[in-house]
């Protein structure tokens, strides 16, 4: 096979996808070690990049890959990236036809980061802007889920 040959577009839609399952495994995981969370990182991040490449990638695909990377960092004691990532998961979520949920967890995002660096105001105003946005959610079970996720954060 040359690289003429070779579906680039496959190999990011798998790859997007791929990363960010294994991130989910990975942040899953009750015992991970340090290797563990480092994978976390680079999957979450590669997940993210395969999407950037991806000419059918939306805001709001952007707005998930920027919600993971900020979620992986969080968890893995980097807390100032989190909220970096954060950020970058609510401006895309703030543009126009993307699905409430990402604005939602976009501020779960942001909670999680600021909680992380023990910034408990700013978590708590997160939080509550998530609540929030939650209301404009139309589907029961993803609602919950963003409610049980907003509960595992300090504030």
């Known amino acids: 096979m040359t690289l003429a040959e070779f579906d680039h577009a496959a190999a990011h839609r798998f790859f997007a996808a791929d990363c960010f399952n294994g991130t989910w495994d990975l942040l899953d995981r009750k015992d991970r070690s340090a290797e563990d969370d480092e994978q976390m990182l680079l999957?979450?991040?590669?997940?993210?990049?395969?999407?950037?490449?991806r000419t059918d990638a939306t805001p709001e695909n952007l707005s998930v890959g920027f919600w993971l990377?900020?979620?992986?960092?969080a968890v893995a004691?980097?807390?100032?990236?989190?909220?970096?990532?954060?950020?970058?998961s609510l401006s895309e979520a703030g543009k126009p036809g993307v699905a409430p949920y990402a604005l939602a967890?976009?501020?779960?995002?942001?909670?999680?980061?600021?909680?992380?660096?023990?910034?408990?105001?700013?978590?708590?105003?997160?939080?509550?802007?998530?609540?929030k946005a939650s209301d404009r959610l139309a589907d029961e079970e993803t609602k919950k889920m963003l409610l049980t996720d907003l509960a595992t954060i300090p504030t």
């Open 43 to 53: 999957r979450a991040a590669a997940s993210l990049w395969h999407w950037t490449q």
């Open 69 to 73: 990377v900020s979620r992986a960092h």
């Open 77 to 88: 004691g980097s807390p100032e990236e989190s909220v970096r990532y954060g950020e970058l």
């Open 105 to 131: 967890y976009a501020h779960e995002a942001l909670a999680r980061g600021h909680a992380a660096a023990g910034r408990r105001k700013q978590a708590a105003d997160h939080v509550a802007l998530a609540r």
